[in-house]
């Protein structure tokens, strides 16, 4: 059975800073690319950030580029997202993700296979 479990979310002030942890098992995460997804509420979930099964690449939607980085550590099967400089507009539910074969862009949700429970980010003064 697949778990993702976040941690990390909570309540910060504009310009504040985040780290989200995510930690699999159940699936063999080193062969796995991996994301963040959220959703705000009354919107739909979006795709965040994507970081390939190796480490070497990754991706973010342009409203987070140059704030967010998202990074893992294979070794302890778990998934990060720095987030800096936070926006209220950044607050949402964060989901992480891992992500299937290419066939959808990574902020595509029919890309995902499994989905984390999510953690609560709110930016607020």
């Known amino acids: 059975q697949v778990q993702l479990v976040e941690s990390g979310g909570g309540s910060v002030q504009p310009g504040g800073s985040l780290r989200l942890s995510c930690v699999a098992s159940?699936?063999?995460?080193?062969?796995?690319?991996m994301g963040w997804f959220r959703q705000a509420p009354g919107k739909e979930r979006e795709g965040v950030s994507c970081?390939?099964?190796?480490?070497?690449?990754?991706y973010y939607v342009e409203s987070v580029e140059g704030r967010f980085t998202i990074s893992r550590e294979n070794a302890n099967n778990t998934l990060y997202l720095q987030m800096n400089s936070l926006k209220p507009e950044d607050t949402a539910t964060y989901f992480c993700?891992?992500?299937?074969?290419?066939?959808?862009?990574?902020?595509?949700?029919?890309?995902?296979?499994?989905w984390g429970q999510g953690t609560q980010v709110t930016v607020s003064s």
């Open positions: 993700v891992a992500l299937g074969p290419i066939g959808y862009p990574y902020y595509d949700p029919r890309r995902v296979r499994f």
């Open positions: 159940g699936l063999t995460f080193d062969d796995s690319d």
């Open positions: 970081i390939t099964r190796s480490g070497t690449s990754t």
